[in-house]
């Protein structure tokens, strides 16, 4: 087995990890580092590729793999603090994620990507325009989560099957989650704020579901 370290901006590296081959890059890897990767963990039939990061990062890494048809690579993910995705997957942070990343077994996880072909791995916030609160319609699977207005739809994968769960509150009230394969909305404009990451501009529609093929999270 070959393994590489990821090491965005400036996550420390785990005891556990110092001995390891390690790529440095920006706190979101652009993909052109991932790319460097590919041909170094080609060299094995099980390349993993261990991501200290933030859930950006991780998103980032999972969508370019997914893009490049490279979802055979065996995923660690080592956060320093808790995440949305470090809970929903039950990763751990620090050197505990990082010795589950180094020792643990890949499993086939739900990939969950949004309509633009980016990987959601935390959670994604869909929030009216301004100061206005989000106005549409949106439904999981065949169920309708809301038609109206509502302070913010919020979108997290989940570990197992159908793969996705989605919510809104209104106001400080947050409704249960419905779960399916896909959460899908329609809006006159709504901004969606992906791992962190918040969008440039508004959109109409906005879907999550699940990708056809899983991803291989290391645990």
């Given amino acids: 087995m070959s393994i590489h370290v990821l090491r965005c901006e400036h996550a420390p590296v785990p005891l556990a990890l110092s001995a390891l081959p390690t790529t440095q890059t920006a706190a979101v890897p652009e993909s052109a580092d991932i790319d460097q990767l590919l041909p170094v963990l080609a060299v094995d039939n099980l390349p993993r590729l261990i991501v200290l990061g933030e859930d950006a990062a991780l998103a980032a890494v999972l969508t370019h793999l997914m893009r490049t048809e490279q979802l055979h690579v065996e995923i660690g993910y080592v956060p320093v603090e808790k995440t949305y995705a470090s809970r929903g997957y039950q990763t751990g942070t620090g050197n505990t994620a990082a010795r589950r ?15 633009l072909g980016k990987v959601l791995v935390g959670r994604a916030m869909i929030t009216g325009v301004g100061e206005e609160k989000l106005t549409g319609e949106a439904y999981v699977d065949d169920a309708q989560l809301f038609s109206g207005k509502v302070t913010v739809m919020i979108i997290s994968p989940t570990l197992d099957l159908p793969g996705v769960r989605a919510s809104v509150r209104k106001g400080l009230r947050q409704r249960p989650w419905l779960r399916g394969r896909a959460a899908q909305l329609g809006t006159p404009g709504a901004i969606v704020t992906r791992d962190g990451v918040r969008a440039d501009r508004p959109v109409p529609r906005s879907s999550f579901y699940r990708h056809h093929e899983p991803w291989l999270l290391v645990r």
């Fill in 101 to 115: 990343a180094l020792e643990g077994r890949a499993e086939p996880t739900p990939l969950i990507r949004d309509d």
